[in-house]
């Protein structure tokens, strides 16, 4: 495992200050959250429950992991696809198996990636000549080896860095880190918009493919030469443990309590617990997130029992509620689920 690199140096007026990965620490940093990356030990699946999908392009599955591909159907995933033993100290992780062995052409691209919000990963100044580094490290392990690849980009897809890793032992975990200096150029959201996205590539042609080791001005996948996961058909592809931190060395993974994991996904995508929505004429039954969503969301009603015509005039009110209002007849039983992903 990795360990924080401390250094103390003599100050001007003699006294001694530590820096931790080449930074001095102030009482901000060191409140914690320092992993931008949300669900990045897998832990949470409100979608699935740990069950195998088969996603379309654009699809969340795990919470916060979203799938790139241009083409359907070539991989599964599945929370501990597989059900190989994670590494120490994790319990789950993002499982992708191929389903056939797909021949990638050009234009081809099949990815997992992570959107994080601009409002956290502002104080990176990207775009600035203040630009920090950051650091991408990960528990990662697949039935192939050799050279992987993934990139991080901004919002607009006209800037993005190519990183490449290296498996060396066929289903074993192997842990990476991948250090990157920030961007001084482009433009890179920080509000509740895409502040940056983190992709893994699964297999990617040569229009989204770059050189690694440096920032292009060109929408980017993954890195030229990488190994494509999608080629072989059952190959896998595990991955666990992801945090994207700044600082020029990887530190210990950030374990953040379950409830508050839990509610950090839920900015982004909530399913209710089961509410029942009475028929009353001019009625007007409120109801509340657990968590203020990032911008109001999108509402679908789920019913499980009761009346489906009660869902009439079934809308939401702001990011931290919905609301039904004179609903035509009975009762029912439904969950609400309200989603405002990136």
Known sequence: MSTLAVNTITNAAGGNTAQINGMTPTAQSLQGFR????????????RNAGA???PTDGQYVL????????????????QNAGGVTPPAGYTNYLGVTSLSAYSVGASDYFAVLQEVEGFNSADLAWGTANA????????????????????????????????????SAANTWEQKSVTIAGDTSGTWLT????????????????TYNGTAGSWQASN????????????????????????????????????????????????YYETTGMILLTAVVGHYQPGYWAVQKRAAPTLTLVPLSG??????????DTTKGFYQSNPHSGDINARVIGSIEL
Request: net charge positive; proline share 2%; aromatic share 10%.
């Open 220 to 267: 980017l996948i993954s890195a030229t030469g990488s190994v494509s996961v999608v080629g072989t058909s059952g190959a896998t592809f595990y991955i666990t443990g992801v945090q994207l931190e700044a600082g020029s060395v990887a530190t210990p993974f950030e374990r953040r309590p379950f409830g508050t994991e839990l509610a950090l996904c839920q900015r």
């Open 63 to 78: 919470d916060r992991w979203k799938q790139l591909q241009s083409v359907a159907s070539k991989y599964s995933v599945q």
């Open 191 to 206: 509000n509740n918009g895409i502040g940056l996205r983190v992709k893994f590539g699964l297999g990617v042609g040569s």
């Open 132 to 167: 920090s580094t950051v650091t991408v490290s990960f528990w990662v392990r697949s039935s192939l080896t050799g050279t992987f690849g993934g990139t991080i980009g901004n919002s607009a897809n006209n800037r993005a860095y190519p990183f490449t890793y290296a498996i």
């Open 35 to 46: 992993n931008r990356i949300l669900n990045g030990n897998m832990v949470i699946d409100q």
């Open 52 to 54: 195998s999908v088969t």
């Open 307 to 316: 009346t489906s015509g009660a869902v009439a005039n079934f809308s939401q």
